[in-house]
């Protein structure tokens, strides 16, 4: 063999050593980020799927105990998050009905997935409008956390006792579509059938 020949394969040999600890390295490092860092760990995908469904309504809630329960002790920054500003104890007592909504989101990691709500009219079973001032459209849809995530959401909208027949509208979207829907039976008075 010939002195350069000897050179040249040392000189492969070690560049193949190296490159073969610095994937190794790469790889580890990888691991190590997902275990101090789980959740930017890719979704595996080896279940994906949604589900929503409606398991009540509760008269007679005022927005300021809807803002209570789904926000706590925060409420007041939710509160002016909806109206853009400090709102009224008028506007905080508006009546309405507390909408229990079942979701359970699988395989969904890293998107931003919502839940939103309409009314329809049980006549025409067209969307009908709501009660609800300009300033209060954002309570008809709220985020989620998507990776596997089973929860009851609860929603609030304007009083229903004049829709007697009208039914509500449950929809859960990600930043790709649709991923599931449900309606409620027919409301009488706001209240759902027993």
């Known amino acids: 063999m010939a002195p350069d020949s000897h050179k040249e394969d040392r000189w492969w040999k070690g560049w193949f050593t190296t490159t073969c600890a610095l994937v190794a390295l790469l790889a580890s ?42 926000h706590g002790a925060n409420y007041g920054d ?13 506007e905080l007592a508006q009546p309405g009905e507390l909408i229990y909504v079942r979701t359970q989101v699988d395989g969904h990691k890293h998107k931003d997935v ?18 609800l001032p300009r300033d209060l459209q954002d309570v008809q849809r709220i985020s989620l956390d998507a990776p596997s995530q089973r929860s009851v959401q609860l929603l609030w909208t ?7 027949g009208a039914f509500i509208r449950v929809e859960l979207r990600s930043n790709h579509g649709l991923l599931a829907i449900a309606d409620s039976p027919p409301l009488h008075h706001g209240r759902m059938p027993r």
């Open 29 to 70: 490092a990888t691991g190590l980020f997902w275990d101090f860092a789980p959740q930017y760990r890719p979704d595996p995908l080896d279940s994906v799927g949604a589900d929503v469904s409606i398991v009540a309504v509760e008269p007679d809630v005022r927005l300021l105990e809807w803002l209570q329960a789904t």
């Open 78 to 90: 939710e509160a002016r998050r909806v109206f853009g500003r400090a709102p009224s104890e008028s």
């Open 114 to 131: 919502s839940l939103q709500y309409r009314l329809y009219s049980g006549t025409t079973q067209e969307p009908a409008d709501l009660p």
């Open 158 to 164: 304007p009083q229903l006792t004049d829709e007697d």
